[in-house]
């Protein structure tokens, strides 16, 4: 393999780790929320996805 393709592939792990991440401190955050009373509607969640 080129060195080329080597940093590819590491930023696309990296990139994917990130996102992953992500993920899962938002959804956290959204639990907690819904736990002490917080509603969200569908759309609410749609939105998230635009940030």
Not at 21 to 30: A, E, G, M, R, S
Not at 37 to 43: I, L, P, V
Request: hydrophobic share 45%.
């Amino acid at each position: 393999m080129n060195s080329q393709y080597k940093r590819n592939k590491y930023n696309d792990l990296v990139t994917n780790a990130v996102i992953f991440q992500n993920v899962c401190d938002i959804t956290l955050i959204l639990w907690e929320l819904s736990k002490v009373g917080y509603k969200f509607s569908k759309n609410d969640i749609v939105m998230l996805v635009h940030i």
